[in-house]
T-cell receptor, first 113, second 116 residues
Framework: DVKVTQSSRYLVKRTGEKVFLECVQD?????MFWYRQDPGLGLRLIYF???????EKGDIPEGYSVSREKKERFSLILESASTNQTSMYLC????????????FGPGTRLTVT | QQQVKQSPQSLIVQKGGISIINCAYE??????FPWYQQFPGKGPALLIA?????SEKKEGRFTISFNKSAKQFSLHIMDSQPGDSATYFC???????????????FGKGTHLIIQP
């Protein structure tokens, strides 16, 4: 079974803090994704990565950056957290661009106060 | 611009009934249409998916109907059970000519409750 793990289930940070959300997958997948999920808005793509050190902006990249130094790990960075970034953050992985199914982690609920 | 519109936002169905959730898309380049199921406290999990070369796909009690000309697709859950109570998301993505595929564009979700 594919396993996608996220470093924290719940996180509380203060406005202006730098926040790191970590995601690890154990199936040697090439592609990884970060989404945020908000009530009534569904899931929205923040960034994705085709391969190590490669990244592409999604639909809502503003205020976020990402890092992928190793194939199994994809980090989402909030350089200066703001209250409007309070959300559920979901990481996903996919075997490769020619495959379609994305496997999601359990999510990190981030609260910025 | 919302590229995938999902309805209804919430749905209550009696046990044994048929649950129907609808989605409409705008981007004619989309060529992969999955449905994801999410239980509270869990990440979404793929339920069933369809490509536009077929009009219907069935897996157990779950069926996707796809209408390419209308740019619509729907999820039907037959003999709905209380264990089906969850949030359901439709999604879409496109495959690029070079073989790469983009991230998924999701609908806003449907909160489904199956009453015993």
């Amino acid at each position: 079974d594919v396993k996608v793990t996220q470093s924290s289930r719940y996180l509380v940070k203060r406005t202006g803090e730098k926040v790191f959300l970590e995601c690890v997958q154990d199936m040697d997948h090439e592609n990884m994704f970060w989404y945020r999920q908000d009530p009534g808005l569904g899931l929205r793509l923040i960034y994705f990565s085709y391969d190590v050190k490669m990244k592409e902006k999604g639909d809502i990249p503003e205020g976020y950056s990402v890092s992928r130094e190793k194939k199994e790990r994809f980090s989402l960075i909030l350089e200066s957290a703001s209250t409007n970034q309070t959300s559920m953050y979901l990481c996903a992985s996919r075997e490769g661009a020619s495959s379609y199914e994305q496997y999601f982690g359990p999510g990190t609920r981030l609260t910025v106060t | 611009q919302q590229q995938v519109k999902q309805s209804p936002q919430s749905l209550i169905v009696q046990k044994g009934g048929i649950s129907i959730i609808n989605c409409a898309y705008e981007n004619t380049a989309f060529d992969y249409f999955p449905w994801y199921q999410q239980f509270p406290g869990k990440g979404p999990a793929l339920l069933i998916a369809i490509r536009p070369d077929v009009s219907e796909k069935k897996e157990g009690r779950f069926t996707i109907s796809f209408n390419k000309s209308a740019k619509q697709f729907s999820l039907h859950i037959m003999d709905s059970q209380p264990g089906d109570s969850a949030t359901y998301f439709c999604a879409a993505s496109e495959t690029y000519s070079g073989g790469g595929a983009d991230g998924l564009t999701f609908g806003k979700g449907t909160h489904l409750i199956i009453q015993p």
